[in-house]
């Protein structure tokens, strides 16, 4: 809707179901964050090719996410050494 106006789009919002609405709003969604994604990949394209990065990490799945276990350490907690040291 390259040529509609504000007052277009609202009248459309206004106009949808609920259900509708909330379809919508992810469809929104996922287009803006398309964009985002084509931004970022030609970025990483330019910096690759003039020698800045060396590869571009892919980012974890959300499967990976939530298997995620920290690692144990020994000692205190890093957050009471912080602590500590700003006394």
């Known amino acids: ?3 509609a ?3 277009d789009m609202r009248q459309l ?11 919508a709003w992810e469809a929104l969604q996922a ?3 398309k ?6 990949a030609e970025r990483n394209s330019r910096l690759l090719s003039a020698g800045v990065l060396v590869s571009v990490a892919q980012g ?9 276990t920290p ?3 020994r000692g205190e907690p890093l957050s009471d050494t ?3 040291e700003r006394r």
């Open 31 to 33: 287009v803006l964050n």
């Open 5 to 7: 106006t504000r007052e």
């Open 35 to 40: 964009g985002d994604e084509r931004v970022h």
């Open 82 to 84: 912080v602590i500590r």
């Open 71 to 73: 690692v144990a350490v």
């Open 13 to 23: 919002v206004d106009s949808l179901p609920e259900d509708d609405l909330a379809a």
């Open 60 to 68: 974890m799945t959300a499967e990976e996410y939530w298997d995620y």
């Open 1 to 3: 809707m390259a040529g």
